[in-house]
């Protein structure tokens, strides 16, 4: 049996997002995925495939080495909207940062990736579409993230590094 891929319509395409969209709300990310590559053999340079595609990969980052997030950040990077590329290159980042520390990195390991993260939303920030406060809320979230890990960052910090003082600390 031949296990060659298959080409959907163009026609099928907005329906073929709309359950890619659902796909990642069922937290089955692998489907989703799958079914934005079908939708990007079609047409390559669809920007709602390749968001959702990205974010589909990010769905499934455990903090381990066979995360993706280079592929993710590489998909956001072909986003036009550059509001759009800022702030789905800083979820690459904030949730690469969320899924180390739930696999058990130390706090202060991860802090240059939420600070890459907030560079990210502050930059969609000045940028955004009236109304939309999307980069503000993330960028707030990684600040109390990094509030509530600040204190073992900066113990942790210290005994690595005990003349240098981390500047994302208060």
Not at 5 to 15: A, C, D, V
Not at 18 to 32: D, F, H, Q, T, V
Not at 37 to 56: K, T
Not at 102 to 107: F, I, S, T
Request: net charge negative.
């Amino acid at each position: 049996m031949s296990y060659e891929l298959k080409t959907i319509s163009r026609e099928g395409i907005p329906q073929a997002l709309s359950k890619a969209e659902r796909y990642r709300l069922l937290n089955e990310p692998g489907e989703a995925a799958s079914i934005c590559r079908d939708v990007l053999a079609v047409e390559p340079d669809n920007q709602d495939a390749l968001r959702l595609l990205g974010l589909a990969i990010t769905d499934q980052f455990t903090g381990g080495a066979a995360d993706r997030h280079a592929e993710a950040e590489s998909l956001f990077q072909d986003l036009k909207d550059p509001y759009k590329r800022l702030y789905y290159t800083g979820i690459v980042h904030e949730r690469r940062a969320k899924a180390l520390l739930h696999a058990g990195a130390l706090p202060h390991t991860v802090v240059v990736l939420f600070e890459e993260a907030m560079t990210c939303f502050e930059h969609a920030e000045k940028i955004r579409p009236a109304g939309n406060d999307d980069a503000i809320l993330r960028w707030n979230r990684c600040a109390r993230l990094l509030k509530q890990h600040a204190p073992e960052a900066r113990e942790e910090a210290e005994v690595l590094e005990p003349s240098d003082s981390p500047p994302y600390l208060p």
